[in-house]
Each structure stands twice: as C-alpha cells, then as structure tokens.
C-alpha cells in the first residue's frame, strides 16, 4: 500500500477553512469550534471501531514497557486515558494539542476517570515541543498527523524527544483500495460524514476536511518512507478494518 488514493495535493496543503491563514491556526479553530460534538461523531463515524484501533496499538507497545509517554495531537485524550488503564502503574502520559478546547474536554475526561495524577495534557505545538532531547521512550499520535502543518518535520521533533531506542506508534486514517469497500467508503466520508458533521458540529468545513486530508496524507510504504526519512527506522504499516486505519510503528 503506498499512495495518495486522492492524488494530487500534499496533505500539508489541504486547509480545513482555505481562508489563506497559516495551516495550525486553522486546525486549531477547527478543534475549538467541533471539541463538544468531537467524541459522538468520532464513535458515529467509525461505529466504535475507533476502540479497538486504539487498543490495538497499545497491545503492539505494551512489550516494550514505556514509561514515558507523549501523546501528540491527544484531542480529547481518548489514547491518553486507555494507556494508563492499559499500561498504568508504570507509564506516566502527557498529552499535547493545539486546541483549547479540545484540552478542555480531555481534562474534564482525565479527572473522571481518576487519573489526573498520571496524565498531564498541555497547549503545544507538535512542530515545537516542550520536551528535552531523548525524554520520552514512546510517542504516539492518533488520528493526528494528517493535521501537522509539515508533517516531516513534525516526525524529526518527535524523534528529537524520543530516547534511542524508543518508539513511535501513530494511527492513522487511510483509504481501503478494494473496488468495492473503496467506493462504499467514497460514498460514506465524502457524502454522509460531512452531512453528519455539518447537522451535529455546526462546522460546514470540519468534516468536509477530513476525507480530503485523508485521500492527501501519505499512506503505507510512503508513509513509512517519510518516517525513515525523519529521524525513525524499521518503519512498518499494519492496516486495519479493510485499510480503513493504519497503525504505523518505528523505533529510534
């Protein structure tokens, strides 16, 4: 699997209000205005699968015991929280994102579940993180990368924190290439998702932006080569659910 399905564009490119602002800031607005709507539509959208994505990954970096954890891009830290459930009491999670509100609604989140004493959730740039070099032993990223203002460089700052040796885990959505299950989910994202989106988010552009930034980001073996080219090695793509996900694994 390697490709844009969508041709074309470079996911970079692809704006969520095409007003001419800097790309981050975009995206930032974007989270703000869908925070309160985000998690319904995420488990609408996906039936729930979006789950055992999650779960999935953690499974593949559970063996190697992190301790230190950034989740990049953590939303409304859906991952966050299943790690430590997952990985706890060893592993110690800061989540970081853009968006205010989006933070607003994981914090809210964290303290119901009770661990607000093991993630810590910060307003950061992933272009621009808060962290040493080497500090972290894993960083993952769900659902995410495809927002990065320069996603090449959003690979080399996250390899800058990340201990040699460590890991990166990041899951993304992807286009299935069958004929069938191809069209079907043409039809899904680019008709029902964004008449959903717009009826429930009240955003007209939000989830018109997620299927194109989906068919632009690099997928499979690109997106494997991108990382190798960015600081990572042994990159490697497991697809998941007919390709509609893809969980990317490397190390340092």
């Known amino acids: 699997m390697s490709g844009k399905p969508g041709g074309g564009r470079e996911v970079e490119h692809i704006d969520p209000y095409r007003d001419g602002r800097a790309k981050g800031a975009q995206v930032r607005d974007m989270f703000d205005n869908i925070a309160p709507a985000y998690d319904f539509m995420n488990r609408a959208m996906t039936l729930g699968i979006d789950r055992l994505w999650r779960r999935k990954a953690i499974r593949l970096i ?3 015991k992190p ?6 891009a953590t939303g409304t830290a859906d991952l966050a929280i299943e790690m430590w459930r997952r990985l706890r009491p060893e592993a110690g999670i800061t989540g970081i ?5 989006m933070l607003e609604v994981g914090r809210r ?7 607000a004493d093991d993630i ?3 307003r950061a740039d992933c272009l621009d993180l808060p962290f040493a070099d080497g500090e972290m032993d894993c960083v993952t990223a769900a659902f995410g990368v495809r927002n990065f203002a320069d996603l090449a460089a959003g690979y080399r700052e996250m390899a800058r924190v990340t ?3 460590g890991t990166l885990c990041v899951i993304e959505l992807s286009t299935p290439r069958g004929s069938v299950t191809g069209s079907l989910y043409r039809l899904y994202t680019r008709t029902l998702i964004p008449a959903a989106g717009r009826l429930i988010s009240h955003d007209t552009r939000a989830y018109s932006y997620l299927p194109e930034s989906i068919a632009a980001v690099p997928q499979g073996d690109e997106m494997c080569q991108l990382m190798e080219a960015n600081g990572w090695r042994d990159a490697r793509a497991i697809p998941l659910t007919f390709g509609v996900c893809t969980i990317y694994l490397s190390r340092k």
């Open 67 to 72: 301790r230190r954890i950034l989740d990049v």
């Open 120 to 122: 810590i959730l910060l």
């Open 62 to 64: 559970a063996p190697e």
């Open 163 to 165: 201990r040699k040796g």
């Open 97 to 101: 994102d853009l968006s205010d509100g």
């Open 109 to 115: 989140k964290v303290a119901a579940a009770g661990a």
